[in-house]
Structure formats: structure tokens, C-alpha cells
């Protein structure tokens, strides 16, 4: 046993004092038609919660984990993976992720890489079975060796860009040995640093193709999990070729693999990429290619991918109403791609940032579903845009007008009132959403 201090994390509510114990988060709330733990489909990262050791580029590890001490890579690659299915199990959720090189280090040679990967693959099968936590994604990890210094997919040395093949190759066979219900695509350092020495348009093209042969490749061995694209706007290259959200709709839309992907979204990535997470969301769900998250937060005083594990209400209530309105997730869930602060490096803290971040997006999930079960925000928009509802408004709407037409029209009312957008009125109202569902949620005091 790892955890020893821990026992299994459970709801106990609001007023709850119980370091662990959730208090938004009841998974067995019916919600819906649908459980909280069906709705949100939580995941545990592998790599930040069981690989990650504190240090940055500033200083040395902080963490050492128990399960990262032994010296034989399968050997601590199987201790590490029974650390993680404790903590799974104790924090009750259905889902985990994982990198190919966080279930268990590189070989010398990409041979012996994949001889540890099928041993450990076995491994990990057998624990998935025995606790019934299923594999939300997987993804091959093309940034981390020196190989992957020019890219991967977009390298400049063909020779990269085929072993990048063999460990997508691998990686969509683990997916379907494991049941994985999606496969991820991050590009890491799949963009450039300067024009100055880039190929844009060719290592384009064999972006696209990689992808190509990837979707060919699932068809042939019968891996029916939802392919998705993280976008990312920079780090580690300057400018990467998925920035955000349209940036990738638009990569996809051009080389024909729409239909393939959906995207993976970030909270992080959108405030690198300058945007609100919510607007992220919006983009994807008005192209119907929302698959999942990567639920954590950034510092909005820092200018790196800080991972921070979330904890905005206001944020979760609207990144949650997005979700909620494009329908919800299907194969996808919230994966919590964060990792605990360098000076929290106790095991324990791992659980109260998951549970932290689990309260959050549960809290988030509840006010978003009363926003939308009221139309408190629909109504207010579609009062806005009541003038495309009639008249030349209507007209405009279903393209039954022309210049001449409208020209005509301006001339005859050219006095024009405009109605206020009442922002104010709609962020006080979520406010008060969030503060009422405060009051309300179900508490009871425990002592411990």
C-alpha cells in the first residue's frame, strides 16, 4: 500500500472538514437522467501525477515517489502502475491517461522500448480488469528525446518521421488492446521556431499525411476509439502548427480529415493561445468537433504552461455550460492535466489536488445545468438577436436579400436604436447561480 494515510474519498458535502473528502462532487447524484460520475468522466494524467518530480528550470526535483525508487525500468515501471491504480481506486474514478514512455521508460533501442511497452501493456490490462478503471486515451510521446529536437510528424530528417510512425503505430495498438475510447495527437514540437530555416508548407503536408496514415492504420486493425487533436499555441517551439482551436479546424478542414478528429482542449493552451477557455470550447462545439478536456488552469502572471490544478469556479461554470450545450461528452471526459505545486510534495497532495479540481468542475457542472435548464442565458441572447427573427432581419437570415435590397431598406431607416448587451446584468446573474447553488448544496459537519 502507497497511500496508507488515505482511505477511499468519498462525498460527504459542503460543510464537510475531511482533507479527503469530496464536497461538491457526489458521483452518484442522478443529474439529468445521468449520474455526476457519467456526466464528467474523470481522468487521472499519468505522467504529472505519478512520473512528475518538482523540478524546472531552476531547480532540482523536489518529489521523490516511492514508486519511482527501484532501478529496472519494468520494475519500476510495475510499481509505479500499482501506486497509480491505488490512487485511482481510492479517488474513485473511471478513467486515466497516460504518454507511451510514462507507463515506462525508453530502451536503448526503440526495440527494446516496445519490448517493455508489451510487457507492461499485459501488466496494466490485468489491473484495468481486477479494478474496472478503463483507459480514457493514450498518446505516443514525440517531444521528450533528443530525436524529436526539429519535430516529429513535421521533421526536417525523414528518419524521425518514421519512427514517429512506428510509436503512433504502437501506441493504436495499445489503444485497442486496452479498450481506449479516444487517441490523442499533442503536437509537441510539431511547429518552428524561425521561417527562416523552415519548410512550412512540406512539413504541412507531412503533418496531414501522418495523419492520414494513422486513421488508415486504426480502420486496418479495427481501433474504433475518437482520434483527437490537442491544440497548443507554443512551448516548447515558438509557434505551433495546432495554436488553437480554429487553427486546427482549419488544418483539418483543408486536408480532408475532419471527419476523423475531434479536439482535445486545454484550459491552459487557451490562455497561451489568448483566449478564455469558454471560447475554445465554443469553437469546437459550433463545428461539432468538441471531444474532450484537459481540465487545469495557468497563471495569468506567468507566461508559461503551468498546469496548475483547477480551482476557478466562475471558470468551471462556464467552460461546463459550454460542454453542457454542445451536448455533453460521448468519448470523451475531463482529464486533469495538472501536477501539484514543487513545494507540495507529500503523496497526500496529490489527492487534494484532484479533489480540489474534482469539486471545482462538479460545482461548475450543477450551476451550468441550472443556466441552461432556465434559459437564463439563451433567453437574454435570443431577446439580442430578435431582429433577425422578422422583417429584413429574417430576410438577411435566410439569404433572401441583396445589396440592392438592403441599400434600399438602409435609406428608409436609417435611424437606428440600438438595445444594451447588459454584460454587467449577465456576469451578476452567474454570480448569483454560483452563490445560490453555495447556499443550497447538501451539507453535514464531520469531525475527524
Known amino acids: 500500500m502507497f497511500f496508507k494515510e488515505v482511505e477511499t474519498v468519498k462525498y460527504e458535502g459542503a460543510d464537510s472538514d475531511h482533507p479527503y473528502a469530496f464536497k461538491y462532487y457526489n458521483p452518484d447524484e442522478r443529474i439529468g437522467g445521468k449520474t455526476m460520475k457519467e456526466?464528467?468522466?474523470?481522468?487521472?494524467?499519468?505522467?504529472?501525477?505519478?512520473?512528475a518530480d518538482g523540478s524546472d528550470?531552476?531547480?532540482?526535483?523536489?518529489?521523490?515517489?516511492?514508486w519511482n525508487r527501484m532501478t529496472h525500468p519494468l520494475d519500476k515501471a510495475k510499481t509505479r502502475a500499482e501506486a497509480a491504480f491505488e490512487f485511482f481506486e481510492k479517488l474513485g474514478v473511471p478513467y486515466f491517461c497516460f504518454h507511451d514512455v510514462d507507463v515506462v521508460q525508453e530502451g536503448d533501442t526503440l526495440r527494446e522500448t516496445f519490448f517493455y511497452l508489451d510487457k507492461m501493456v499485459s501488466f496494466l490490462k490485468e489491473m484495468m480488469e481486477t479494478s474496472g478503471v478503463k483507459l480514457l486515451w493514450n498518446t505516443a510521446n514525440m517531444f521528450t528525446h533528443p530525436r524529436f529536437v526539429h519535430g516529429a510528424a513535421t521533421s526536417c530528417n525523414a528518419d524521425v518521421y518514421a519512427i514517429a510512425a512506428a510509436k503512433v503505430?504502437?501506441?493504436?495498438?495499445?489503444?485497442k488492446e486496452l479498450g481506449a475510447e479516444n487517441y490523442v495527437f499533442w503536437g509537441g514540437r510539431e511547429g518552428y521556431d524561425t521561417l527562416l530555416n523552415t519548410n512550412m508548407k512540406l512539413e504541412l503536408d507531412n503533418l496531414a499525411a501522418f495523419y492520414r496514415m494513422a486513421v488508415d492504420y486504426a480502420n486496418e486493425i479495427g481501433f474504433d476509439g475518437q482520434f483527437l487533436i490537442e491544440p497548443k499555441p507554443k512551448e516548447p517551439t515558438k509557434h505551433q502548427y495546432d495554436f488553437d482551436a480554429a487553427t486546427s479546424i482549419a488544418f483539418l478542414e483543408t486536408y480532408g480529415l475532419k471527419k476523423h478528429f475531434k479536439l482535445n482542449l486545454e484550459a491552459n493552451h487557451a490562455t497561451l493561445a489568448g483566449h478564455t477557455f469558454e471560447h475554445e470550447l465554443r469553437v469546437a462545439a459550433l463545428h461539432d468537433m468538441l471531444g474532450s478536456i484537459d481540465a487545469n488552469q495557468g497563471d495569468l502572471l506567468l507566461g508559461w504552461d503551468t498546469d496548475e490544478f483547477p480551482t476557478d469556479l466562475y471558470g468551471a461554470v462556464l467552460s461546463m455550460y459550454e460542454i453542457l450545450k454542445a451536448g455533453g461528452f460521448k468519448a470523451g471526459g475531463i482529464n486533469f492535466d495538472a501536477k501539484v505545486r514543487r513545494a507540495s510534495f507529500t503523496d497526500e497532495d496529490l489527492f487534494h489536488g484532484h479533489i480540489a479540481g474534482m469539486d471545482t468542475y462538479a460545482l461548475g457542472f450543477k450551476v451550468a445545468y441550472q443556466l441552461l435548464e432556465n434559459r437564463a442565458i439563451e433567453s437574454v441572447i435570443e431577446e439580442r438577436y430578435e431582429s433577425y427573427t422578422k422583417g429584413i432581419g429574417l430576410d438577411i437570415a435566410e439569404g433572401?436579400?441583396?445589396l440592392k435590397k438592403l441599400a434600399a431598406y438602409?435609406?428608409?431607416n436609417d435611424r437606428i436604436e440600438n438595445k444594451s448587451g447588459r454584460q454587467e446584468m449577465l456576469k451578476a446573474m452567474v454570480n448569483r447561480y454560483l452563490l445560490n447553488a453555495l447556499r443550497s448544496e447538501p451539507a453535514r459537519k464531520e469531525k475527524h
Open 169 to 175: 503505430k504502437k501506441g493504436l495498438e495499445i489503444a
Open 410 to 412: 438602409a435609406l428608409e
Open 39 to 51: 456526466h464528467l468522466r474523470f481522468a487521472v494524467s499519468y505522467w504529472h501525477t505519478f512520473d
Open 57 to 66: 528550470p531552476f531547480g532540482d526535483g523536489t518529489i521523490s515517489r516511492s
Open 400 to 402: 433572401k436579400t441583396d
